[in-house]
């Protein structure tokens, strides 16, 4: 069964750099199946589609949220990234990784595991 | 992008009772839609694809209906492990897009 695991910093200051990762154990990143997704849950709000990659590196973002993520994945070590750039205190949130089911039925579809999440705080 | 409406808010059944929890898309989704739970400290899991398949190991007291704009997803026979918070997501269109959540509480 695969598991992905969310790591990095918990607390980043308004300006800065956010980069997260995930890695995935007991599977592996490199299948055509499925793209690596970034999702968050902002306080007391709903769940947001960040982003997604396959393992070549092809990403699809949600154009809402503007373009101040990046996307990156790393074959030899199991993992994908995200990085958010100059981050302001609406970027606080729960950031979960999850596998998302792609090409059948449609072409980005439903996520069948999830990481724990982390709680990542934007603040001075 | 689609706006995805749960409705309610929050949901107060007692164990053993039938739960009936709604999503509305603000545009049809056909049957592109999932349902998750999420339990407190858990991840998410998946319960329902494509509307109405359950997911791998998921007990038959799941069950998701509906078609267009409207679905449902109801939860028979509750148990202790069944309160928890709800999500549909749509994934007929980019950007997926995600209800805001139903809290299934014991009533």
């Known amino acids: 069964q695969v598991r992905l695991q969310e790591s990095g910093p918990g607390l980043v200051k308004p300006s800065e750099t956010l980069s997260l990762t995930c890695s995935i154990s007991?599977?592996?990143?490199?299948?055509?199946?499925?793209?690596w997704a970034w999702i968050r849950q902002p306080p007391r709000r709903g769940l947001e589609w960040i982003g997604s990659?396959?393992?070549?590196?092809?990403?699809y973002q949600n154009w809402s949220l503007k373009s101040r993520f990046s996307f990156s994945v790393d074959t030899s070590k199991n993992q994908f990234s995200l990085r958010l750039n100059s981050v302001t205190a609406a970027d606080t949130a729960v950031y979960f990784c999850?596998?998302?089911?792609?090409?059948?039925?449609?072409?980005?579809?439903?996520?069948?595991?999830w990481g724990q999440g982390m709680l990542v705080s934007v603040s001075s | 992008e689609v706006v995805m409406t749960q409705f309610p808010a929050t949901l107060s059944v007692s164990p053993g009772e039938r739960a009936t929890l709604s999503c509305t898309a603000s545009q049809s989704i056909n049957a592109n839609l999932a349902w998750y739970q999420v339990r407190s400290g858990q991840p998410p899991r998946l319960l329902i694809y494509s509307k109405s398949t359950r997911a791998t190991g998921i007990p038959p007291r799941f069950s998701g209906s509906g078609s267009g704009t409207d679905f449902t997803l109801t939860i028979t026979s509750l148990q202790s492990e069944d309160f928890a918070v709800y999500f549909c997501q749509q994934f007929d269109t980019l950007p997926v897009t995600f209800g805001q959540g139903t809290r299934l509480e014991i009533k």
């Open positions: 999850a596998r998302m089911i792609f090409g059948v039925p449609k072409a980005f579809n439903w996520f069948d595991s």
């Open positions: 007991g599977g592996f990143i490199k299948s055509s199946d499925y793209y």
């Open positions: 990659i396959s393992f070549d590196g092809r990403t």
